[in-house]
């Protein structure tokens, strides 16, 4: 005759970490545009490239 068993407990299952409410609206926020460089800046990008153009780089061995 058959003996009657206990149903095996299922193992809790895992509860997933709670979602930090700040962080959705984080990652659907996208960068602006940015600002024209300031004339100072601009003037040393420049003379940045102009030396460039004139002294290139020499290829390291």
């Not at 299952?13 to 545009?33: C, D, E, I, S, Y």
């Not at 024209?36 to 290829?59: F, G």
């Amino acid at each position: 005759m058959p003996t009657f068993t206990n149903p095996r407990s299922q193992p809790a299952k895992a509860l997933r970490k709670p979602r930090n409410p700040v962080v959705a609206p984080a990652l659907m926020r996208q960068a602006g545009r940015h600002q024209v460089p300031h004339p100072r800046q601009a003037a040393q990008s420049q003379m940045r490239l102009a030396l460039r153009d004139l002294h290139p780089p020499t290829p390291q061995d």
